[in-house]
């Protein structure tokens, strides 16, 4: 068995307060194999945030090892981790994130131009190809105004795979959704994550996403309290 692609070691993340030490996340210890689709659950303020920032290379843990895609992440340089987070990480965030003065072709572009080196008709390609695949080839001019917002969650989406990264992460992606579109965007993402194998880790605390989950990891007061798979997604 291959080794997996996140792995956290007694992973801890302590906020101080002044004087004070606030403990978001205590001795966690948890393997993402690659092509899971697991989601971190529990209620506000137990540390399914901080989790995805520590993944996502978005923070540091105060203690502990967190691995992404190989690399120790507490041994890399500020460089090195915006590197790895452009090159092999994609991000969903609830409130879609998208450039409000891009339209919707120009906002799945975008990390492609950051990237850098890749040559215009690949980036058309990849960029309709994405947008047909979340199911807006048609819409592609439209600014984030113009889209509601089960469209405008697919735009991230299609932003988050364009760069082809082996792990997505999705902090509350339906948050702001009712919940048929949620139920819709949680199957797109299952669709996306069974066709192209990629990683998805999605924080929710939204009883109807948790159920489509292949794998649930709950979190309470910063540390793991269950770790169930269900289905053939192991």
């Known amino acids: 068995m291959s080794d997996p692609i996140v792995r956290l070691q007694k992973a801890q993340k302590i906020y101080k307060l002044g004087t004070i030490e606030v403990p978001a996340l205590v001795d966690i210890d948890l393997d993402i194999r690659s092509g899971d689709f697991a989601v971190v659950a529990g209620p506000s303020g137990s540390g399914k945030t901080t989790l995805l920032n520590l993944i996502g290379c978005v ?8 691995f992404v895609d190989g690399n120790d992440t507490g041994a890399m340089t500020e460089r090195e981790l915006t590197r790895l987070r452009l090159n092999r990480l994609g991000f969903i ?7 409000a003065v891009l339209d919707a072709y120009q906002n799945v572009e975008f ?13 058309k390609d990849r960029v309709n190809g994405m947008l047909d695949a979340v199911g807006l080839g048609n819409h592609g001019h439209h600014r984030p105004s113009e889209l509601s917002g089960g469209q405008r969650q697919r735009v991230a989406i299609a932003r988050a795979l364009v760069t082809r990264p082996r792990i997505v992460l999705a902090d509350e992606p339906t948050a702001n959704l009712d919940s048929k579109t949620g139920a819709q965007i949680i199957e797109l993402m ?16 939204d009883h109807a996403v948790m159920n489509q989950a292949a794998r649930s990891i709950e979190l309470v007061d910063g540390r793991i309290v269950s770790d169930d798979t269900v289905g053939a997604a192991a």
């Not at 923070?59 to 967190?66: L, P, S």
């Not at 965030?93 to 450039?99: A, D």
């Not at 990390?111 to 980036?123: D, F, M, N, T």
């Not at 299952?190 to 605390?205: P, Q, V």
């Open 111 to 123: 990390p492609l131009l950051l990237q850098k080196g890749i040559a215009p008709s690949e980036r």
């Open 93 to 99: 965030f609830q409130s879609f994130n998208l450039v």
């Open 190 to 205: 299952k669709e996306l994550n069974e066709k192209n194998g990629t990683t998805f880790i999605f924080s929710t605390h």
């Open 59 to 66: 923070d540091v843990a105060t203690g502990g090892k967190v």
